[in-house]
């Protein structure tokens, strides 16, 4: 079992940008491909980008295509989500996924608590 933990979160005008990272727990963090997702108030949890186990293969949702960035550091244990040109439609708990496969995939076994990011206009 991986354990995960979210930072990074904050407050953000508009057009500004944020970093989030997750760290995880064990040695096996490499074995697992990783993703993130958010929940805003009133809405179900969406997708927002996956990465697979080298970091060689990545996956986005539509509206965050070109704006975010994920990354892994597999010597850190570290995936990370950069988040550029923020709108205010981006605030949400953002949440880190952890899945036992290598591949990048957008079904996860494992989450973090999430991270809030409130995106001001």
């Known amino acids: 079992q991986v354990q995960l933990r979210e930072s990074g979160g904050g407050l953000v005008q508009a057009g500004g940008s944020l970093r989030l990272s997750c760290a995880a727990s064990?040695?096996?963090?490499?074995?697992?491909?990783m993703g993130w997702f958010r929940q805003a108030p009133g809405k179900e949890r969406e997708f927002v980008a996956a990465i697979n186990w080298s970091g060689g293969s990545t996956l986005y949702e539509d509206s965050v295509k070109g704006r975010f960035t994920i990354s892994r550091d597999n010597v850190r244990n570290t995936v990370y989500l950069q988040m550029n040109a923020l709108k205010p439609e981006d605030t949400a708990v953002y949440y880190c996924?952890?899945?036992?496969?290598?591949?990048?995939?957008?079904?996860?076994?494992?989450w973090g608590q999430g991270t809030q990011v409130t995106v001001s206009s």
């Open positions: 996924a952890a899945a036992r496969k290598v591949a990048v995939t957008r079904n996860f076994d494992y």
């Open positions: 064990g040695r096996t963090f490499s074995t697992y491909a």
